[in-house]
């Protein structure tokens, strides 16, 4: 499974489940938030890493822009869409109103 993929049905559990939504809302607080949250992802059964969340923004990021207008200089230029850990967190705290 692709890592936007598992983020995705991460997501619908966090909203689902008020529990994984408070543990991945905690890993936010950690020195390194981005480690936190992988582990936990890791312990939920999702391996993503950091390396994963990284690659899967930019590589969703350089599709759509290959996309609009041939991917030129004239693409427009897209702000916080390939970085799919802050989306995330915005995708489950939107539902809550956190």
Wanted: proline content about 3%; aromatic content about 10%.
């Amino acid at each position: 499974m692709e890592t936007a993929a598992m983020l995705d049905e991460l997501q619908r559990k966090a909203n689902q489940n008020s529990d994984i939504k408070k543990a991945l809302l905690e890993t936010r607080k950690q020195k390194n938030p981005v480690a936190a949250f992988c582990r936990k992802c890791q312990e939920l059964g999702y391996p993503i890493y950091e390396m994963d969340l990284i690659s899967a923004g930019e590589e969703f990021y350089a599709s759509m822009r290959r996309s609009t207008n041939g991917g030129g200089e004239n693409s427009p230029m897209l702000e916080g869409e390939d970085d799919f850990y802050e989306l995330f967190f915005a995708s489950i705290e939107i539902v809550t109103g956190q």
